[in-house]
């Protein structure tokens, strides 16, 4: 099934992925003539409802046992005890209550955390593209009455606004052409479902997707580039707490030694998600520095090997130079590393972004991108300019400035909540 049936197929909506799985499990306990036990209820209901509960039960114990507590100290004070003791019995009651609601506090924060599931994420993300993209459809379909020249002009012109590359707004319009005058086309409307299927199949491309990344049995080395401010620095400490909470074995590497301030950055990072990050002094060689990480995450048995590099030299050769001979001293310890050189973008810098990544691949073999800041931006749409621009696929992309602000990138996950409510006008 093509991406367009999987998006948005004969009943329009789709089930969302933990829907799927419950339905191919009851579909195959019909096949076996069993009864299906309830109704499925919705996964996100069913959280949010599991987490208000423990919200609450945890409210309750807490009050439980502070009441418990209180009437404790008071039969003790009405007691005959020493005042010395009344006073020790208050104060380790104090202390105890002090030490459950601190248990409290935090397993609620555990329960916040895990409120937003991915899908959540990604709509959040994308609300700002989202709404961009159906205001502008919206007002273009408002505008027009017959499908004419201008109309697959402003369409184009359309598109490109919309940040999904003059290529994909050029072959969309064109094949539209086509289309229209093989249907006889009446009615602008009647194309709105033609043209998301058109941007959808043209997003699809041959349908392979090369997404996940490339763990490895033992050491995994990610080497991440990118220009300054694009969010590498970021998205490594956002990585660390996730790929941790996994349970692999983390080490950061500071090799961005260009930049006053760039390793105390990342050191903060390893401070606050407590995972180790190797340095070296002031000015050294960023070089030497990975070096030293490798040994040091070869000794020590790491999983992970995250480097973070500079944006910015002096000029572009001299980038080239040193990604180069990062690139060697790597090889040097681990033939078959880096694993992964991720390019970072930055989603808000639109066509800019795709301009960036085709000056880094000149001066190094890029396996992927990190799109970050996709969250502020309504230019989301570049996702569909780089798969259809570049021969690199997006990995991971930064959903905000939290810790777990960052996800596997999922093509199909992301085309859902970019095109979620644009059939909508149909239903009417
Ligand atoms: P670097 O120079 O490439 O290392 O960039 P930094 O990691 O220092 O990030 C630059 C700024 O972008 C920081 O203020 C980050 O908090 C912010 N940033 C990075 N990723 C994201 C993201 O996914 N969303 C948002 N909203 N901000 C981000
Ligand atoms: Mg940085």
Redesign the pocket.
């Known amino acids: 099934m093509g991406l367009f049936d999987r998006l948005f197929g004969v009943e329009k909506k789709e089930p969302a992925e933990e829907e799927v799985e419950e339905t191919v499990a009851s579909e195959a306990a019909e096949a076996d003539g069993a009864e299906m036990a309830s109704e499925p209820e919705l996964p996100t209901e069913e959280k949010t409802e599991s987490e208000g509960l423990m919200e609450s039960q945890l409210e309750e114990v807490s009050e439980a046992a502070s009441e418990e507590m209180t009437s404790e100290v008071e039969k003790v004070t009405a007691d005959t005890l020493p005042d010395y003791y009344v006073q020790m019995r208050a104060q380790l009651d104090a202390a105890s209550r002090k030490v459950e609601e601190e248990q409290f506090q935090e397993a609620l924060e555990e329960v916040r955390k895990r409120r937003e599931t991915e899908t959540e994420k990604y709509n959040r993300s994308l609300q700002k593209t989202r709404s961009g993209f159906l205001e502008s459809l919206n007002a273009f379909f408002a505008n027009f009455r017959t499908v004419d020249e201008e109309f697959f002009e402003e369409l184009e012109e359309l598109l490109i606004t919309s940040d999904v590359g003059v290529q994909v707004a050029t072959q969309l319009t064109e094949d539209l052409r086509q289309e229209a005058r093989l249907e006889n086309a009446k009615k602008p409307e009647d194309l709105r479902r033609v043209i998301i299927e058109k941007l959808v199949d043209i997003y699809d491309k041959d349908g392979h997707y090369e997404e996940e990344i490339n763990f490895q049995e033992g050491l995994t080395v990610m080497l991440f580039v990118?220009v300054?401010?694009?969010?590498?620095?970021?998205?490594i400490g956002k990585l660390a707490y996730r790929y941790k909470e996994e349970g692999r074995k983390v080490m950061l590497v500071a090799a961005d030694t260009f930049r006053a301030g760039a390793v105390a950055?990342l050191v903060e990072w390893g401070n606050r998600v407590d995972v180790p990050v190797v340095t070296g002094p002031e000015k050294s060689d960023p070089a030497s520095v990975v070096y030293d990480g490798l040994e040091r995450a070869q000794a020590e048995g790491v999983d992970v090997l995250l480097i973070d590099t500079a944006?910015r030299l002096q000029n572009k050769d001299n980038l080239m130079a040193e990604l180069e001979k990062i690139g060697r001293i790597i090889q040097r310890v681990v033939p078959d590393a880096p694993h992964e050189n991720l390019l970072?973008l930055d989603a808000s810098t639109g066509q800019n972004a795709l301009v960036q990544a085709k000056e880094f691949s000149k001066i190094t073999p890029v396996t992927g991108i990190v799109l970050?800041?996709?969250?502020?931006t309504a230019r989301g749409g570049v996702v569909l300019a780089i798969r259809q621009e570049l021969d690199i696929p997006v990995k991971l992309i930064?959903?905000?400035?939290k810790l777990d602000?960052i996800g596997d990138f999922k093509s199909e996950q992301f085309m859902r909540s970019l095109l979620d409510g644009v059939f909508v006008s149909d239903i009417d």
Request: glycine content about 32%; hydrophobic content about 20%.
């Open positions: 990118g300054n401010g694009v969010g590498k620095t970021t998205s950055q944006g970072a970050t800041k996709i969250d502020g930064g959903f905000g400035e602000d």
